[in-house]
């Protein structure tokens, strides 16, 4: 049992490349968040979804897009990075019903 | 929109001393649910401890307890007996269950355990 990885952990970028992260979960959950975690703002929801086909905006979403075509995958993208979006990016994963969350072991994105 | 508001950015204890981390929320939902996530350097984000809102008995979990004050939407996190394991990034979070469905975190509390 994985739980939740995402792909990659590492990645530097140059400015206006384009990327996609990975959040993968085998645990079946409905339940999916992309946050990132820059210091000294804590973890900001960027998007989320509450089941297979269903995306919503969280408190930042601009400047990433997301995708969730099957179920145990959560896809965010970034089509024109940033130096801005140099964060590290967390994935979370929730059962229907349940409230705790299992995250992903993170991913450090440089834009340079 | 919910809120999680923590407003000591840092703090510090000696070993097996007592702390306390301070969060306030808000919200117009009646179902939720907090939460105090710990995050090592590791970077591994841990559950510390859960509160339904509807229990008005406050949840302990071995060192760790909280004092919810709901018509004063506070909801901080007491460590007793403090061990240098502690030290971590401490983050208080919301989610209103039944509702949007949003996980909200606060912005957290770096707290350091001195021996």
């Known amino acids: 049992n994985a739980g939740v990885t995402q792909t990659p952990k590492f990645r530097v970028l140059k400015t206006g490349q384009s990327m996609t992260l990975l959040c993968a979960q085998d645990m079946n959950h409905e339940y999916m968040y992309w946050y990132r975690q820059d210091p000294g703002m804590g973890l900001r929801l960027i998007h989320y979804s509450v089941g297979e086909g269903t995306t919503a905006k969280g408190e930042v979403p601009d400047g990433y897009n997301v995708s969730r075509l099957k179920k145990q995958n959560f896809l965010l993208g970034l089509e024109s990075a940033a130096p801005s979006q140099t964060s590290v990016y967390f994935c979370?994963?929730?059962?229907?019903?349940?409230?705790?969350?299992?995250f992903g072991q993170g991913t450090r994105l440089t834009v340079v | 929109a919910q809120t999680v508001t923590q407003s000591q950015p840092e703090m510090s204890v000696q070993e097996a001393e007592t702390v306390t981390l301070s969060c306030t929320y808000d919200?117009?939902?009646?179902?939720?649910?907090l939460f105090w996530y710990k995050q090592p350097p590791s970077r591994q984000m841990i559950l510390v401890i859960r509160q339904e809102a509807y229990k008005q008995q406050n949840a302990t979990e071995n060192r760790f307890s909280v004092n919810f004050q709901k018509a004063a939407k506070s909801f901080s996190l007491k460590i007793s007996d403090s061990q240098l394991g502690d030290t971590a990034m401490y983050f208080c979070?919301?989610?209103?269950?039944?509702?949007?469905?949003?996980?909200?975190f606060g912005k957290g509390t770096k707290l350091t355990v001195n021996p």
């Open positions: 919200t117009s939902e009646s179902n939720y649910y």
């Open positions: 979070a919301f989610i209103a269950q039944g509702g949007s469905e949003k996980l909200v």
């Open positions: 979370a994963s929730r059962p229907q019903g349940r409230t705790e969350a299992f």
